[in-house]
Structure formats: structure tokens, C-alpha cells
């Protein structure tokens, strides 16, 4: 009897971990695609900047 009691605590607590393990899985995830979207507009912002200068520039010496 004790031995199924220990059992069945043993599972419930193998059942949390899992549903803590697949929460932390998916904020990882939406923090990971979060950074993605960070980056993409600091290289879409740096590029505009760029191209922003280039055109200055040729508008200045044409």
C-alpha cells in the first residue's frame, strides 16, 4: 500500500516537472523569436541608414 502511494506521488510529480519543462520550453521559444524580430529590425534599421547616407551623399557631389 505504501509502496503505490509512493508510486502514485512519484507520477504526479513526473507530470509537473514535464508540464514545468514544456512552459519553460515555450517562453524560451517567444524569447528566442522575440530576439529574431530585434535583430531583423536593427539590420533594417542600419541598412536604411546606410542607404540614407548613400543617397546624401550622391546627392550632395551630382
Not at 517567444?30 to 550622391?58: P, Y
Request: charged share 20%; hydrophobic share 40%.
Amino acid at each position: 500500500m505504501v509502496n503505490r502511494v509512493v508510486l502514485l506521488l512519484l507520477a504526479e510529480h513526473q507530470q509537473q516537472l514535464s508540464h514545468a519543462h514544456g512552459t519553460a520550453q515555450a517562453k524560451t521559444r517567444r524569447i528566442n523569436e522575440n530576439d529574431m524580430r530585434r535583430t531583423r529590425l536593427q539590420v533594417d534599421m542600419g541598412l536604411m541608414a546606410c542607404l540614407s547616407a548613400f543617397e546624401l551623399g550622391n546627392g550632395l557631389d551630382g
